[in-house]
Protein backbone atom coordinates (compact mmCIF):
# COMPACT_ATOMS: atom_id res chain seq x y z
CA UNK A 1 0.00 0.00 0.00
CA UNK A 2 1.29 3.26 -0.79
CA UNK A 3 1.97 6.34 2.06
CA UNK A 4 -0.70 8.50 0.71
CA UNK A 5 -3.07 5.04 1.02
CA UNK A 6 -1.50 3.76 4.36
CA UNK A 7 -2.34 7.62 6.32
CA UNK A 8 -5.99 7.58 4.33
CA UNK A 9 -6.82 4.00 6.02
CA UNK A 10 -5.32 5.17 9.66
CA UNK A 11 -7.95 8.04 9.27
CA UNK A 12 -11.04 6.22 8.41
CA UNK A 13 -10.10 3.94 10.85
CA UNK A 14 -9.14 6.43 13.44
CA UNK A 15 -13.24 8.00 12.20
CA UNK A 16 -14.55 4.21 12.78
CA UNK A 17 -13.15 3.77 16.28
CA UNK A 18 -14.45 7.03 17.50
CA UNK A 19 -18.13 6.48 16.11
CA UNK A 20 -18.40 3.31 17.51
CA UNK A 21 -17.24 4.47 21.26
CA UNK A 22 -19.39 7.63 20.98
CA UNK A 23 -22.45 5.90 19.32
CA UNK A 24 -22.28 4.01 22.90
CA UNK A 25 -21.29 6.83 25.25
CA UNK A 26 -23.46 9.28 23.29
CA UNK A 27 -26.58 6.94 23.90
CA UNK A 28 -25.56 7.01 27.40
CA UNK A 29 -25.10 11.04 27.49
CA UNK A 30 -28.24 11.42 25.44
CA UNK A 31 -30.34 9.27 28.03
CA UNK A 32 -28.44 9.53 31.04
CA UNK A 33 -30.26 12.92 32.85
CA UNK A 34 -33.83 10.84 31.67
CA UNK A 35 -32.68 7.57 33.07
CA UNK A 36 -31.48 9.03 36.51
CA UNK A 37 -34.71 10.56 36.69
CA UNK A 38 -36.54 7.67 36.99
CA UNK A 39 -34.40 5.70 39.40
CA UNK A 40 -36.65 4.07 42.23
CA UNK A 41 -33.40 2.98 44.35
CA UNK A 42 -32.89 5.43 47.23
CA UNK A 43 -29.30 4.62 46.68
CA UNK A 44 -28.75 6.63 44.26
CA UNK A 45 -28.87 10.44 44.13
CA UNK A 46 -26.62 11.62 40.89
CA UNK A 47 -27.19 13.98 38.87
CA UNK A 48 -26.32 13.40 35.14
CA UNK A 49 -25.95 17.12 34.54
CA UNK A 50 -23.56 17.22 37.87
CA UNK A 51 -21.56 14.15 36.36
CA UNK A 52 -21.00 16.02 32.88
CA UNK A 53 -19.60 19.33 34.81
CA UNK A 54 -17.06 16.90 37.14
CA UNK A 55 -16.24 15.57 33.63
CA UNK A 56 -15.58 18.65 31.55
CA UNK A 57 -13.91 20.64 34.63
CA UNK A 58 -11.00 17.38 35.14
CA UNK A 59 -11.15 17.11 31.57
CA UNK A 60 -10.04 20.59 31.08
CA UNK A 61 -7.33 20.58 33.73
CA UNK A 62 -6.15 16.92 32.61
CA UNK A 63 -5.50 18.73 29.03
CA UNK A 64 -2.13 20.11 30.72
CA UNK A 65 -0.60 16.65 31.26
CA UNK A 66 -1.97 14.50 28.27
CA UNK A 67 1.06 15.43 25.66
CA UNK A 68 3.35 13.69 28.88
CA UNK A 69 1.26 11.08 28.35
CA UNK A 70 0.92 10.44 24.65
CA UNK A 71 4.50 11.18 24.63
CA UNK A 72 5.90 8.38 27.15
CA UNK A 73 3.40 5.63 25.81
CA UNK A 74 2.01 6.62 22.19
CA UNK A 75 -1.32 7.91 20.92
CA UNK A 76 -2.31 4.52 19.56
CA UNK A 77 -2.17 2.85 23.17
CA UNK A 78 -3.39 6.20 24.58
CA UNK A 79 -6.48 6.11 22.70
CA UNK A 80 -7.04 2.38 24.03
CA UNK A 81 -6.40 2.75 27.79
CA UNK A 82 -8.87 5.94 27.29
CA UNK A 83 -11.54 4.17 25.64
CA UNK A 84 -11.59 1.46 28.44
CA UNK A 85 -12.10 4.52 31.02
CA UNK A 86 -15.36 5.19 28.83
CA UNK A 87 -16.52 1.46 28.78
CA UNK A 88 -16.13 1.66 32.30
CA UNK A 89 -18.50 4.74 32.72
CA UNK A 90 -21.53 3.37 30.69
CA UNK A 91 -20.96 0.29 32.65
CA UNK A 92 -21.57 2.01 36.12
CA UNK A 93 -25.45 2.53 35.10
CA UNK A 94 -25.52 -1.66 34.96
CA UNK A 95 -25.78 -1.47 38.55
CA UNK A 96 -25.76 2.52 39.88
CA UNK A 97 -24.31 3.71 42.88
CA UNK A 98 -23.60 7.30 43.44
CA UNK A 99 -20.41 6.76 44.74
CA UNK A 100 -18.60 5.01 41.63
CA UNK A 101 -21.01 7.32 39.15
CA UNK A 102 -19.02 10.15 40.09
CA UNK A 103 -15.40 8.30 40.61
CA UNK A 104 -15.91 7.18 37.13
CA UNK A 105 -16.71 10.77 36.22
CA UNK A 106 -13.86 12.01 37.47
CA UNK A 107 -11.54 9.31 35.36
CA UNK A 108 -13.63 9.97 32.50
CA UNK A 109 -12.49 13.84 32.69
CA UNK A 110 -8.92 12.37 32.51
CA UNK A 111 -9.40 9.99 29.89
CA UNK A 112 -11.01 12.16 27.65
CA UNK A 113 -8.39 14.61 27.71
CA UNK A 114 -6.05 12.00 26.32
CA UNK A 115 -7.78 10.59 24.37
CA UNK A 116 -8.92 13.73 22.27
CA UNK A 117 -4.87 14.54 22.25
CA UNK A 118 -4.00 11.68 20.73
CA UNK A 119 -7.39 12.24 18.07
CA UNK A 120 -5.52 15.28 16.77
CA UNK A 121 -1.74 14.12 17.13
CA UNK A 122 -2.21 11.04 15.24
CA UNK A 123 -4.79 12.83 12.87
CA UNK A 124 -1.77 15.50 11.65
CA UNK A 125 1.04 12.84 11.71
CA UNK A 126 -1.16 11.38 9.30
CA UNK A 127 -1.65 14.44 7.35
CA UNK A 128 0.36 16.98 5.38
CA UNK A 129 -0.86 20.81 4.82
CA UNK A 130 -2.49 19.60 1.66
CA UNK A 131 -4.56 16.99 3.59
CA UNK A 132 -5.30 18.51 6.72
CA UNK A 133 -8.86 19.62 5.71
CA UNK A 134 -9.57 17.06 3.57
CA UNK A 135 -8.93 14.14 6.46
CA UNK A 136 -10.59 16.59 9.41
CA UNK A 137 -13.92 16.50 7.21
CA UNK A 138 -13.44 12.45 6.77
CA UNK A 139 -12.78 11.96 10.25
CA UNK A 140 -15.36 14.27 11.44
CA UNK A 141 -17.77 12.82 8.98
CA UNK A 142 -17.37 9.10 10.13
CA UNK A 143 -17.25 9.75 13.60
CA UNK A 144 -20.96 11.59 13.12
CA UNK A 145 -22.21 8.45 11.62
CA UNK A 146 -22.48 7.17 15.83
CA UNK A 147 -25.80 9.49 15.76
CA UNK A 148 -27.20 7.59 12.92
CA UNK A 149 -26.98 4.36 15.36
CA UNK A 150 -28.47 6.42 18.47
CA UNK A 151 -32.01 5.42 17.46
CA UNK A 152 -31.72 2.73 19.98
CA UNK A 153 -31.90 5.67 22.99
CA UNK A 154 -35.78 6.81 21.02
CA UNK A 155 -37.29 3.43 21.67
CA UNK A 156 -39.71 4.43 24.86
CA UNK A 157 -39.05 1.60 26.95
CA UNK A 158 -35.64 2.64 27.50
CA UNK A 159 -37.03 5.65 29.42
CA UNK A 160 -39.59 3.38 31.08
CA UNK A 161 -35.61 1.78 32.69
CA UNK A 162 -36.86 -1.07 34.45
CA UNK A 163 -33.87 -3.06 36.10
CA UNK A 164 -33.89 -5.69 33.34
CA UNK A 165 -34.10 -3.18 30.18
CA UNK A 166 -31.42 -0.86 31.98
CA UNK A 167 -29.42 -3.88 32.47
CA UNK A 168 -30.25 -5.17 28.56
CA UNK A 169 -29.12 -1.45 27.50
CA UNK A 170 -26.03 -0.44 29.48
CA UNK A 171 -24.32 -4.01 29.03
CA UNK A 172 -25.03 -3.43 24.98
CA UNK A 173 -23.48 -0.25 25.22
CA UNK A 174 -20.59 -1.20 27.18
CA UNK A 175 -19.61 -4.26 24.50
CA UNK A 176 -20.14 -2.08 21.78
CA UNK A 177 -17.67 0.57 23.21
CA UNK A 178 -15.63 -1.82 23.79
CA UNK A 179 -15.45 -2.95 19.90
CA UNK A 180 -14.24 0.48 19.72
CA UNK A 181 -11.16 0.52 21.62
CA UNK A 182 -9.97 -2.53 20.01
CA UNK A 183 -10.51 -0.98 16.59
CA UNK A 184 -7.65 1.35 17.47
CA UNK A 185 -5.11 -1.85 16.87
CA UNK A 186 -5.79 -1.58 13.18
CA UNK A 187 -4.12 2.05 12.77
CA UNK A 188 -0.43 1.50 11.07
CA UNK A 189 2.50 3.58 11.96
CA UNK A 190 2.71 5.99 8.91
CA UNK A 191 6.01 5.65 6.64
CA UNK A 192 8.33 8.42 8.14
CA UNK A 193 10.24 10.67 6.09
CA UNK A 194 13.43 9.47 4.76
CA UNK A 195 16.45 10.91 6.52
CA UNK A 196 20.62 10.52 6.13
CA UNK A 197 21.48 7.29 7.50
CA UNK A 198 24.27 8.93 9.32
CA UNK A 199 21.54 10.97 11.36
CA UNK A 200 19.65 8.01 12.88
CA UNK A 201 21.17 8.23 16.47
CA UNK A 202 20.59 11.74 16.30
CA UNK A 203 17.36 11.33 15.74
CA UNK A 204 16.81 8.56 17.83
CA UNK A 205 18.50 10.62 20.90
CA UNK A 206 16.17 13.80 19.98
CA UNK A 207 13.16 11.47 20.29
CA UNK A 208 13.98 10.56 24.06
CA UNK A 209 15.03 13.65 24.83
CA UNK A 210 11.56 15.01 23.36
CA UNK A 211 9.60 12.35 25.49
CA UNK A 212 11.32 12.81 28.88
CA UNK A 213 10.56 16.50 28.00
CA UNK A 214 7.05 16.23 28.13
CA UNK A 215 7.18 13.95 30.83
CA UNK A 216 8.04 16.49 33.13
CA UNK A 217 7.25 20.14 31.32
CA UNK A 218 3.56 21.06 30.62
CA UNK A 219 5.77 24.42 29.85
CA UNK A 220 5.11 23.85 26.20
CA UNK A 221 1.60 24.07 26.34
CA UNK A 222 1.26 27.33 28.31
CA UNK A 223 3.96 28.48 25.98
CA UNK A 224 1.51 27.61 23.06
CA UNK A 225 -1.59 28.94 24.79
CA UNK A 226 0.10 32.63 24.77
CA UNK A 227 0.65 32.93 21.38
CA UNK A 228 -1.30 35.27 19.17
CA UNK A 229 -3.00 33.08 17.17
CA UNK A 230 -3.92 30.32 20.22
CA UNK A 231 -5.20 33.28 21.70
CA UNK A 232 -7.63 34.60 18.98
CA UNK A 233 -8.76 30.67 18.77
CA UNK A 234 -9.26 30.06 22.20
CA UNK A 235 -13.00 31.79 21.81
CA UNK A 236 -13.85 29.74 18.89
CA UNK A 237 -12.81 26.62 20.72
CA UNK A 238 -15.01 28.01 24.07
CA UNK A 239 -18.03 28.65 21.60
CA UNK A 240 -17.74 25.10 20.42
CA UNK A 241 -17.53 23.38 24.35
CA UNK A 242 -20.56 25.82 25.08
CA UNK A 243 -22.78 24.73 21.87
CA UNK A 244 -21.42 20.93 22.52
CA UNK A 245 -23.16 20.97 25.74
CA UNK A 246 -26.17 22.19 24.10
CA UNK A 247 -26.67 20.03 21.51
CA UNK A 248 -25.06 16.61 23.33
CA UNK A 249 -27.42 16.93 26.60
CA UNK A 250 -29.29 20.44 27.47
CA UNK A 251 -31.42 19.71 23.86
CA UNK A 252 -32.51 16.31 24.32
CA UNK A 253 -33.61 16.85 28.04
CA UNK A 254 -35.73 20.33 26.45
CA UNK A 255 -37.42 17.84 24.29
CA UNK A 256 -38.44 15.56 26.38
CA UNK A 257 -39.86 17.76 28.92
CA UNK A 258 -42.33 19.49 26.34
CA UNK A 259 -45.72 18.01 27.37
CA UNK A 260 -47.34 19.93 24.27
CA UNK A 261 -45.26 17.37 21.88
CA UNK A 262 -47.91 14.79 23.97
CA UNK A 263 -46.83 11.00 24.84
CA UNK A 264 -43.61 10.90 22.55
CA UNK A 265 -41.58 13.91 23.66
CA UNK A 266 -39.29 11.37 25.12
CA UNK A 267 -38.71 9.17 22.36
CA UNK A 268 -37.45 12.71 19.65
CA UNK A 269 -34.66 12.53 21.87
CA UNK A 270 -33.30 9.42 19.42
CA UNK A 271 -34.81 11.10 16.25
CA UNK A 272 -33.26 14.53 17.36
CA UNK A 273 -30.06 12.60 18.11
CA UNK A 274 -30.02 11.20 14.76
CA UNK A 275 -30.67 14.04 13.12
CA UNK A 276 -27.45 15.88 14.46
CA UNK A 277 -26.06 13.40 13.08
CA UNK A 278 -26.90 13.90 9.65
CA UNK A 279 -25.86 17.23 9.48
CA UNK A 280 -22.87 16.74 10.91
CA UNK A 281 -21.95 13.77 8.56
CA UNK A 282 -23.26 15.75 5.66
CA UNK A 283 -21.16 18.92 6.97
CA UNK A 284 -18.07 16.49 7.47
CA UNK A 285 -18.41 14.61 3.97
CA UNK A 286 -19.00 17.75 2.12
CA UNK A 287 -16.51 20.33 3.61
CA UNK A 288 -13.58 17.23 3.28
CA UNK A 289 -14.59 16.86 -0.11
CA UNK A 290 -14.50 20.45 -1.64
CA UNK A 291 -11.35 21.57 1.43
CA UNK A 292 -8.90 21.58 -2.15
CA UNK A 293 -11.64 23.98 -4.28
CA UNK A 294 -11.68 26.31 -2.05
CA UNK A 295 -9.82 29.57 -2.28
CA UNK A 296 -11.08 31.45 0.02
CA UNK A 297 -9.82 29.37 2.83
CA UNK A 298 -11.86 28.15 6.17
CA UNK A 299 -13.62 31.54 6.82
CA UNK A 300 -16.60 30.63 4.43
CA UNK A 301 -17.78 27.74 5.91
CA UNK A 302 -16.99 29.12 10.10
CA UNK A 303 -19.64 31.79 8.61
CA UNK A 304 -21.92 29.22 7.67
CA UNK A 305 -21.77 27.48 10.68
CA UNK A 306 -22.67 30.84 12.48
CA UNK A 307 -25.76 31.53 10.22
CA UNK A 308 -26.48 28.08 11.25
CA UNK A 309 -26.67 27.51 14.31
CA UNK A 310 -28.56 31.53 14.97
CA UNK A 311 -31.24 30.55 12.67
CA UNK A 312 -31.53 27.24 15.02
CA UNK A 313 -30.85 29.10 18.22
CA UNK A 314 -33.60 31.22 16.89
CA UNK A 315 -36.26 28.89 16.47
CA UNK A 316 -35.24 26.80 19.17
CA UNK A 317 -36.31 30.20 21.22
CA UNK A 318 -39.74 30.70 19.59
CA UNK A 319 -40.54 26.48 19.53
CA UNK A 320 -39.33 25.59 23.39
CA UNK A 321 -40.75 26.36 26.89
CA UNK A 322 -37.99 28.61 28.51
CA UNK A 323 -38.26 26.43 31.38
CA UNK A 324 -37.59 23.14 29.29
CA UNK A 325 -33.22 22.75 30.67
CA UNK A 326 -34.88 22.76 34.79
CA UNK A 327 -38.08 21.43 33.91
CA UNK A 328 -38.99 18.36 36.83
CA UNK A 329 -39.54 14.97 35.38
CA UNK A 330 -43.28 15.52 34.63
CA UNK A 331 -42.42 18.27 32.11
CA UNK A 332 -43.24 21.82 31.59
CA UNK A 333 -46.02 23.49 31.78
CA UNK A 334 -45.20 27.01 30.15
CA UNK A 335 -45.87 27.71 26.67
CA UNK A 336 -43.49 28.70 24.02
CA UNK A 337 -43.41 31.79 22.07
CA UNK A 338 -45.60 29.59 19.17
CA UNK A 339 -47.47 26.70 19.00
CA UNK A 340 -44.64 24.07 19.73
CA UNK A 341 -43.72 21.85 16.63
CA UNK A 342 -42.27 18.85 16.15
CA UNK A 343 -41.02 19.66 12.83
CA UNK A 344 -39.57 22.86 13.69
CA UNK A 345 -37.67 21.07 16.72
CA UNK A 346 -36.15 18.67 14.53
CA UNK A 347 -34.99 20.82 12.18
CA UNK A 348 -33.23 22.41 14.57
CA UNK A 349 -31.76 19.55 15.56
CA UNK A 350 -30.28 19.49 11.89
CA UNK A 351 -29.18 22.73 11.90
CA UNK A 352 -26.89 22.26 15.43
CA UNK A 353 -25.30 19.28 13.58
CA UNK A 354 -24.60 20.79 10.51
CA UNK A 355 -23.47 24.10 12.19
CA UNK A 356 -21.25 21.95 14.50
CA UNK A 357 -19.40 20.57 11.65
CA UNK A 358 -19.00 23.78 10.05
CA UNK A 359 -16.73 24.97 13.39
CA UNK A 360 -15.14 22.08 14.03
CA UNK A 361 -13.79 20.76 11.20
CA UNK A 362 -12.28 23.83 10.55
CA UNK A 363 -11.03 24.13 13.85
CA UNK A 364 -9.35 20.80 13.09
CA UNK A 365 -7.93 22.01 10.51
CA UNK A 366 -6.57 25.16 11.29
CA UNK A 367 -5.14 23.78 14.43
CA UNK A 368 -3.22 20.96 12.50
CA UNK A 369 -1.92 23.63 10.37
CA UNK A 370 -0.76 26.34 12.25
CA UNK A 371 1.15 23.73 14.90
CA UNK A 372 1.75 20.61 12.69
CA UNK A 373 5.58 20.89 15.04
CA UNK A 374 3.66 20.55 18.39
CA UNK A 375 0.18 19.48 17.58
CA UNK A 376 -0.40 17.25 20.78
CA UNK A 377 0.08 20.26 22.63
CA UNK A 378 -1.99 22.21 20.75
CA UNK A 379 -4.45 19.58 20.56
CA UNK A 380 -4.22 19.88 24.29
CA UNK A 381 -4.89 23.60 24.55
CA UNK A 382 -7.89 23.38 21.86
CA UNK A 383 -9.59 20.49 24.25
CA UNK A 384 -8.67 22.79 27.20
CA UNK A 385 -10.42 25.83 26.30
CA UNK A 386 -13.69 24.06 25.01
CA UNK A 387 -13.46 20.94 27.59
CA UNK A 388 -13.57 23.95 30.78
CA UNK A 389 -16.43 26.05 28.82
CA UNK A 390 -18.51 22.95 28.49
CA UNK A 391 -17.96 22.11 32.38
CA UNK A 392 -19.44 25.77 32.98
CA UNK A 393 -22.02 25.30 30.29
CA UNK A 394 -23.16 21.92 31.97
CA UNK A 395 -22.97 23.43 35.20
CA UNK A 396 -25.45 26.86 34.56
CA UNK A 397 -27.22 24.03 32.49
CA UNK A 398 -29.23 23.09 35.99
CA UNK A 399 -29.85 26.68 36.94
CA UNK A 400 -30.20 29.19 33.81
CA UNK A 401 -33.54 29.06 31.76
CA UNK A 402 -33.15 28.47 28.03
CA UNK A 403 -32.90 32.10 26.46
CA UNK A 404 -30.47 32.83 28.94
CA UNK A 405 -28.66 30.03 27.51
CA UNK A 406 -29.22 30.68 23.71
CA UNK A 407 -28.38 33.95 24.56
CA UNK A 408 -24.77 33.00 25.51
CA UNK A 409 -23.99 30.99 22.82
CA UNK A 410 -24.74 33.60 20.12
CA UNK A 411 -22.67 36.07 21.62
CA UNK A 412 -19.37 33.93 22.16
CA UNK A 413 -20.69 32.16 18.38
CA UNK A 414 -20.49 35.80 17.08
CA UNK A 415 -16.99 36.96 18.92
CA UNK A 416 -15.09 33.34 18.30
CA UNK A 417 -16.37 33.85 14.27
CA UNK A 418 -14.37 37.13 13.99
CA UNK A 419 -11.37 35.94 15.90
CA UNK A 420 -11.29 32.93 13.67
CA UNK A 421 -11.85 35.24 10.63
CA UNK A 422 -7.86 36.85 11.80
CA UNK A 423 -6.42 33.81 12.70
CA UNK A 424 -7.49 32.65 8.97
CA UNK A 425 -7.02 35.83 7.19
CA UNK A 426 -3.31 35.85 8.56
CA UNK A 427 -3.03 32.12 7.21
CA UNK A 428 -4.31 32.96 3.77
CA UNK A 429 -1.57 36.46 3.58
CA UNK A 430 1.35 34.08 5.00
CA UNK A 431 0.37 31.82 2.04
CA UNK A 432 0.48 34.65 -0.36
CA UNK A 433 3.57 35.74 0.52
CA UNK A 434 5.45 32.12 0.30
CA UNK A 435 3.99 32.02 -3.01
CA UNK A 436 4.96 35.38 -4.16
CA UNK A 437 8.92 34.47 -2.92
CA UNK A 438 8.84 30.95 -4.60
CA UNK A 439 8.44 32.93 -8.14
Not at 68 to 82: C, N, R, T
Not at 167 to 192: A, E, Y
Not at 246 to 265: H, I, N, P
Not at 407 to 436: A, K
Request: net charge negative.
Amino acid sequence: MSPEGKTLLNIIILGLGFMVIFTAFGTCGNIEQTVIKSFNSTEFHGSGYTSMAIIYAVFSASNLIAPSVIAVIGPQLSLFFSGLVYSGYIAVFIHPYTSSFYTLSVLLGIAAAVLWTAQGNLLTINSKDSTIGRNSGIFWALMQFRYILLVVSGEKRYFLVSDKDRQTVFITLTVISLVGNFLFFLIQRPDPEPAPSDASDILLTSCFIYKIYYLFSTEKSIQLAMTKEMLLLSIPFAYSGLELTFYSGVYGTCLGAMTQFGDDAKGLIGLSGILIGVGEILGGGVFGILDKCNRFGRNPVVFLGLFTHIVAFYLIFLNIASDAPVAPEEGTQMQAFIQPSVTVALICSFLLGLGDSCFNTQLISIVGFLFREDSASAFAVFKFVQSITAAVAFFYSNYFLLHWQLLIMVLTGFLGTITFFVVEWGVISSRRDSDYDSI
